[in-house]
């Protein structure tokens, strides 16, 4: 809206339209809010989904896990990724991920 047509405007109109610019403000804010909570919510979705998901896969290979501490269970994933070959093997799928490969 041009200068010359809020000087044609009353100072009800002036402040009716404020009212109404600052209520879209708000309204926006509020929106950001909602939105910035879906994400985190739909985020955290998304970690427990992976961690079940890898759980079970490592269950899948213990064979016995409900026999074993979760003390026993760290030691064996430390033992596990220690190897040097596992750090490269990691490395790769990771530099892969970045570079679009599967």
């Known amino acids: 809206m041009s200068n010359k047509n809020l000087k044609n405007k009353s100072i009800d109109e002036l402040r009716e339209m404020k009212a109404k610019g600052e209520a879209k403000i708000k309204y926006m804010e509020n929106k950001i809010k909602y939105l910035e909570s879906q994400e985190k919510q739909f985020t955290r979705k998304e970690r ?55």
Do not use: Y
Not at 50 to 55: I, W
């Open 48 to 102: 427990t989904h992976r961690l079940c998901t890898r759980g079970a896969m490592l269950e899948k290979f213990l064979g016995c896990p409900n026999e074993l501490t979760d003390e026993q269970v760290e030691e064996l994933l430390k033992i596990a990724f220690q190897p040097e070959s596992v750090g490269r093997a990691i490395e790769q799928f990771r530099e892969n991920n970045e570079n679009g490969f599967d």
